[in-house]
Nanobody
Framework: QVQLAESGGGLVQAGGSLRLSCVAS????????KSWFRQAPGKEREFVGT????????YYTDSVKGRFTISRNNAQNTVYLQMNNLKPEDTAVYYC?????????????????WGQGTQVTVSS
């Protein structure tokens, strides 16, 4: 069983930066697909980006490309989401998710493990 815990959310002005962390416990998740999703009020949870196990290739949704970066520290069983040039539309609860053998990385139901989420609020 894997437990995920996000941290690092907060209130920031537009143009600012935040770094979210997701620490895994219970099992080493180096080989897992690890992704970030977000959910704004009244909207469905949406894919933000992913980092694949093994080689660590990353993919992002178009709206965050060039602004957000996913990285990992395998020794600390942690994945990060660096968010720069934040916009009000980035306001949401951000979740990390992990799973094995995921082919459809953008699909919420593909993931077995989820964190509790961390709130990110960007003021204009």
């Amino acid at each position: 069983q894997v437990q995920l815990a996000e941290s690092g959310g907060g209130l920031v002005q537009a143009g600012g930066s935040l770094r979210l962390s997701c620490v895994a416990s219970g099992r080493t998740i180096t080989s897992y697909t690890k992704s970030w999703f977000r959910q704004a009020p009244g909207k469905e949870r949406e894919f933000v980006g992913t980092i694949l196990g093994g080689g660590g290739v990353t993919y992002y949704t178009d709206s965050v490309k060039g602004r957000f970066t996913i990285s990992r520290n395998n020794a600390q069983n942690t994945v990060y989401l660096q968010m720069n040039n934040l916009k009000p539309e980035d306001t949401a609860v951000y979740y990390c998710a992990a799973g094995m053998g995921i082919s459809r990385v953008r699909v919420v139901d593909a993931y077995e493990y989820w964190g509790q989420g961390t709130q990110v609020t960007v003021s204009s």
